[in-house]
């Protein structure tokens, strides 16, 4: 079957090329976790992560530090759900993410970029979730008057949106996306 995947990073991926997963032969954890390696979306989310931000900080970096953090940590709740009560499911750090239809790509913000290339991949095995469930990662907060700061990470929401996802079902308001095994294979360029 053909997929379509909006490739945001823009890189080059010739007709024919064959992705493929990386091998961490130097990262023994990610080698014993993920023994047949990671995809790039899981490289970049097991690298470790910091955000460094303008001195002084302001508001603004502390919202993106939170929001680069919580992405991290819903990844690696979404994979201890998968690991603990879906183990037949695939991992979100093995695959490439496409949509079933080119259309599917009106429901992600920012995806619609006319310099994103869209790329045609083929794939006989895929899987199609609700990324909407992807949520419930930081909290943050502050107050102006009193100029107190709050953050959090509230696992117990976390981990119901994870079984949301993994047990596939759809929200009203669904973000569809699939995820294919590698190996796969770049038919063209749309």
């Not at 992405?71 to 496409?98: D, G, H, N």
């Not at 290339?117 to 006989?124: A, G, R, T």
Request: with cysteine; aromatic share 12%.
């Amino acid at each position: 079957m053909i997929y379509y995947h909006i490739n945001r990073h823009n890189t080059n991926m010739p007709t024919g090329l064959d992705l493929k997963l990386f091998k961490l032969d130097n990262d023994p954890q990610a080698k014993a976790f993920f023994p047949d390696g990671l995809s790039q979306h899981g490289v970049n989310y097991l690298s470790d992560k910091r955000y460094i931000s303008h001195s002084p900080a302001t508001l603004e970096d502390i919202k993106e530090s939170n929001s680069q953090l919580s992405e991290q940590l819903i990844e690696y709740t979404f994979e201890l759900v998968r690991r603990s009560l879906f183990p037949e499911k695939p991992s979100r750090l093995t695959p490439i993410f496409a949509l079933k239809n080119i259309e599917d790509s009106k429901q992600w913000e920012g995806f619609d970029n006319p310099e994103y290339p869209v790329y045609e991949i083929e794939s006989d095995s895929a899987i199609e979730l609700d990324a909407s469930f992807l949520k419930a990662g930081l909290t943050f907060g502050c107050c102006l008057s009193t100029g107190s700061f709050e953050q959090g990470y509230e696992p117990i929401p976390c981990w119901e949106q994870a079984v949301m996802y993994w047990s596939g079902k759809f929200s009203d308001n669904p973000k569809r996306e699939v995820l294919i095994p590698l190996p796969a294979k770049v038919l063209r360029r749309l």
